[in-house]
């Protein structure tokens, strides 16, 4: 028996990780949380992320390097798709670019278990609101690898810059289970509507990207 998963897709801003927290503090059944955030945010050495020297490498903010952040963004998919057939739920917050391949590699890794893809799309200026008001708070290790507050700092300002960029990129692709402007509606009424949606059947819009973008040759 497979465990169901929810992607849940949108950029920086737009109420991933709140939702998939509310989510899974609502839920019944046990769910695991994991995706973009706990990869990048956790599990990355500092040097790769966008704080680090490395993150050209890693995680440049708009960039996936081939020597540390590609691989690990297919590890993950793979890491979740493992989760699902051993039967765990699992709920993931991601950037699903078609540009970098991420959406396609996911699609494909996920072949064999039930998912439900969810977007949160508030409008471009809300996104750049909360981005530009958002408060940084990071492990030591990533100021370290910053080279201090005025390092971050800095970098969150590049970051803030890079949200019209991030906007386009995330949200090229238009094929959802469900699809919410996360601006006009609080956490909890998101998580209805998943919940909703979950009870009204299957995912369908993996199997129609699979269509769409066919696997690509090893």
């Known amino acids: 028996m497979r465990g169901q998963v929810i992607v849940v897709s949108g950029t920086s801003g737009a109420g991933k990780s709140t939702t998939c927290f ?20 956790t599990l990355f ?8 020297s490395k993150r050209a490498e890693g995680y440049g903010g708009n960039t996936f390097g081939a020597k540390m952040g590609w ?5 993950m998919h793979a890491m979740i798709a493992a989760a699902a057939r051993t039967g765990q739920n699992m709920i993931v917050d991601h950037l699903m670019f078609l540009d970098p391949p991420i959406l396609q590699d996911c699609i494909w890794a996920l072949v064999d278990v039930p998912v439900l893809f969810v977007n949160l799309q508030p409008p471009k200026e809300v996104l750049e609101s909360r981005v530009r008001q958002r408060e940084v708070a990071l492990p030591a290790p990533m100021i ?23 906007y386009d990129h995330a949200y090229a692709n238009d ?22 949606r979950l009870r009204a059947g299957p995912g369908t819009a993996f199997d129609s990207l699979r269509a769409k973008f066919p696997r690509a040759a090893p």
């Open 175 to 196: 094929c959802y289970d469900l699809n919410i402007d996360s601006s006009r509606l609080s956490p909890e009424e998101v998580c209805a509507l998943i919940e909703a």
């Open 22 to 41: 509310a989510f899974a503090r609502r839920a019944a059944d046990p769910w695991l949380m994991f995706g973009m955030d706990l990869l990048v945010g």
């Open 45 to 52: 050495p500092p040097q790769y992320t966008i704080f680090g």
């Open 71 to 75: 691989p690990a963004v297919r590890a």
């Open 144 to 166: 370290e690898a910053a080279g201090g507050m005025d390092g971050v700092a800095r970098l969150s300002a590049e970051l803030a810059e890079l949200v019209p960029w991030f």
